[in-house]
């Protein structure tokens, strides 16, 4: 608990600078027991999958064919904020950065809205910069 009221206290002290927004002493508290709440939540819902699931078998990145591309998505999810956030990271058959972007929208939605409108927008910015 005191490392996340660390935390919101530094991010109060960001956005009075950067935002000119002051946050109530309450506020501060409130989201520093929020976030420990949604990690607490996040580690037993990984412990139920984890628990649940086969043996992960090793993945090889497979280089895609002369004059194509990779595309690798990440997406989070945070039900505090009712935000999806997107990374993405494009790269070539040697693997040669293409583009990277990052993106993030509400209201949060499934995994595979989610990566899906990651994908989406990935390829307008891929579109728009070349």
């Given at each position: 608990m005191f490392g996340c009221i660390i935390w919101s206290i530094w991010k109060q002290r960001n956005d009075i600078i950067w935002k000119e927004v002051t946050?109530?002493?309450?506020?501060?508290?409130?989201?520093?027991?929020?976030?420990?709440?949604?990690w607490?939540?996040?580690?037993?819902?990984?412990?139920?999958?984890?628990?649940?699931?086969?043996?992960?078998?090793?993945?090889?990145?497979?280089?895609p064919s002369p004059g194509r591309y990779k595309c690798n998505i990440g997406a989070t999810f945070s039900e505090s904020t009712n935000m999806v956030g997107i990374r993405m990271c494009i790269r070539d058959e040697n693997k040669h950065f293409v583009l990277a972007r990052t993106d993030c929208f509400r209201p949060t939605c499934e995994v595979h809205i989610g990566e899906a409108l990651g994908l989406l927008s990935t390829m307008i910015g891929f579109i728009c910069c070349n």
């Open positions: 946050d109530a002493q309450r506020f501060v508290f409130d989201r520093a027991k929020t976030l420990l709440q949604d607490n939540s996040a580690k037993i819902i990984q412990k139920t999958n984890v628990s649940s699931e086969r043996p992960a078998s090793i993945t090889k990145w497979i280089k």
